[in-house]
């Protein structure tokens, strides 16, 4: 089992739609970092969470310590937000990455 | 804006072939690391670097890679003898370590893709 899950492995939206990405974790973590790899393959950090929530433009990220789980929310969805999303745990230099999810947003 | 840079974009080598990466982080930045992403699969971390040493390293960073800030400003991935499964994307990150834990954001490279034939 892998610590960092995420779901669901592949979502497909209209645009308009509004989308969320699950992340669980099953080991201590410091930090919960969202990442966002383009077609390309180039990677952007989105988010660095370790507690509460953050927003920045039509995303949003939330994190529940206590239940192990982060979503991450993106409101009025975009062909553009098409991309592979991934959650990341940061334990004392350990970094755990989850498998990705792949979000197409259709026009 | 300050970005993390990489080259090359694209290195095909082959096997057994010592292969070179290399990585400008963003200049005040602090701590240094390198992931892989093999085609369909996870990113996986690598080895972090901080002042001057390794700080930690997964089980794949075994004796075939080391890694080295060799004059201040590049920061360098060396594959010694390549192999098939090394074919990936190589991607570099660096931090600047604000808060003086693990927990401020990491600026990614473009990534150099490995190939070995």
């Known amino acids: 089992k892998n610590e960092v899950e995420q779901s669901p492995q592949n979502l497909t939206a209209q645009e308009g739609e509004f989308i969320t990405i699950n992340c669980s974790y099953s080991?201590?973590?410091?930090?919960l970092h969202w990442l966002q790899q383009h077609p390309g393959g180039g990677i952007v950090s989105l988010f660095m969470l370790s507690s509460g929530k953050k927003k920045h433009g039509r995303l949003i990220a939330t994190i529940n310590i206590q239940e192990k789980h982060s979503s991450l929310h993106i409101t009025a969805s975009h062909p553009r937000d098409s991309a592979v999303y991934i959650c990341r745990g940061t334990s004392y230099g350990k970094l755990t990455f989850g498998q990705g999810t792949i979000l197409t947003v259709h026009p | 804006e300050p970005e993390v840079t990489q080259t090359p974009s694209h290195q095909v080598t082959q096997m057994g072939q010592e292969v070179i990466l290399r990585c400008v982080p963003i200049?005040?930045?602090?701590?240094f690391y390198w992931y892989r992403q093999i085609l369909g699969q996870k990113v996986e971390f690598l080895v972090s670097?901080?002042?001057?040493?390794?700080?930690?390293k997964s089980e794949i960073f075994d004796d075939q890679f080391s890694v080295e800030r060799p004059d201040g400003s590049n920061f360098t991935l060396k594959i010694r003898s390549t192999k098939l499964e090394d074919s990936a994307m190589y991607f570099c990150?660096?931090?600047?370590?604000?808060?003086?834990?693990?927990?401020?954001?990491?600026?990614f490279g473009p990534g150099t893709r490995l190939t070995v034939l």
């Open positions: 200049s005040n930045h602090l701590y």
């Open positions: 080991v201590g973590i410091s930090a």
């Open positions: 990150a660096s931090r600047l370590n604000l808060a003086g834990g693990y927990t401020d954001t990491q600026y």
């Open positions: 670097f901080y002042n001057n040493e390794i700080s930690e």
